[in-house]
């Protein structure tokens, strides 16, 4: 099964599996972000990659600038290890990051966690891609994928015991939609997919292309 089946299914099953408040949250909060056109303000294909300086688990600080120097960039905003899309998605990213690697390009994934649950993730999820951690989404929020929730899905997570600030480090119930962007080595984006619906993510093939694209 393709990525986007798989991430299909997994949508199918998880709104089959939730009460009708939380399956009535989540369709408004999706209508409401695609209202606010919350993806067309994103970083898009032409724009600049803004800098980050970003730690991962460990502590080691990982710099655009350094990592464009060495070539060319593969980067994806993470909602968190709670997140199942997010397992299936990371999991697509690890696998196909000896391709991207072959191309001469760099994989990473920023998520707003802390980095404790960073840690947590990299190990459970046996993620070999740098894993950055995100605080308050400031990056995020600089590159305009991320939002504040509507109430009723704050409440959503509050029942599930899930406190997204204390997370994140942050005062503000936030999350960065499911995003993915390459970038070539002068910073300038080639490729840019960003989405409100988490079931949605691009293939691996279409970052391939897109190095493929670079290289010649």
């Known amino acids: 099964m393709d990525l986007a ?47 980050f300086e970003l730690a991962d688990s460990a502590g080691r600080v990982w710099r655009s600038m350094d990592l464009l120097d060495y070539g060319p960039l593969v980067l994806a905003f993470f909602r968190g290890d709670w997140c199942p899309y997010c397992e299936i998605t990371m999991a697509a990213l690890n696998d196909a990051r000896p391709r991207i690697e072959a191309m001469g390009a760099t994989a990473i994934g920023i998520s707003p966690e802390l980095p404790e649950r960073i840690a947590a993730t990299v190990r459970s999820r046996g993620l070999s891609f740098p894993l950055l951690s995100d605080p308050t989404n400031a990056y995020a929020r600089l590159c305009g994928v991320a939002y504040e929730l509507s109430p009723d899905h704050v409440r959503i ?59 010649r």
């Open 5 to 51: 089946r798989t991430l299909e299914t997994l949508r199918d099953h998880h709104r089959a599996a939730i009460d009708d408040f939380a399956r009535q949250a989540f369709e408004e909060e999706l209508e409401r972000l695609r209202m606010l056109r919350l993806t067309d303000e994103c970083l898009g294909v032409g724009d600049m990659l803004p800098d």
């Open 157 to 215: 997570h509050r029942d599930r015991k899930r406190s997204l600030p204390a997370m994140h480090g942050d005062s503000k119930w936030r999350l960065p939609v499911p995003a993915v962007y390459v970038v070539e080595p002068s910073g300038r984006v080639v490729f840019a997919f960003a989405d409100v619906d988490p079931s949605r993510w691009p293939d691996p093939k279409d970052l391939l292309d897109a190095l493929r694209r670079l290289a």
